[in-house]
């Protein structure tokens, strides 16, 4: 799930949340994607008290970022309510997310 406010800097504040259902399984989890390069490292997500995980980036607005998130280390998802989804070169999709103010 992504949760967006839109900062008066020019930014937009960007929750992501893993799947509830996914969460419930997950020992470690990250969001990775265009905004930390790809990088399975860069961006961990915290462990919430309700057993979600979540992470929240500064993002610039008037772009959109593909991201996936890496669950266990060895295991890929998308955010089920992402903007929409881009094919990847590796047979499946990416998340996109949108940070246009409307």
Known sequence: MLKK???KRGTCKVEFVLPPAVAGEASSAYVVGDFNN???TATPMTKLKN???KAALE?????EYQF???VNGNQWHNDWEADRYEPN??????SVVTTYRE
Do not use: A, I, K
Not at 59 to 63: A, G, I, K, T, V
Not at 89 to 94: E, L, Q, V, Y
């Open 68 to 70: 996936r998130y890496l």
């Open 38 to 40: 790809w990088d399975e």
């Open 51 to 53: 057993g979600t995980f």
């Open 89 to 94: 070169p590796f047979s499946g999709d990416n």
């Open 59 to 63: 993002l610039e607005s008037d772009r």
């Open 5 to 7: 406010r839109f900062l």
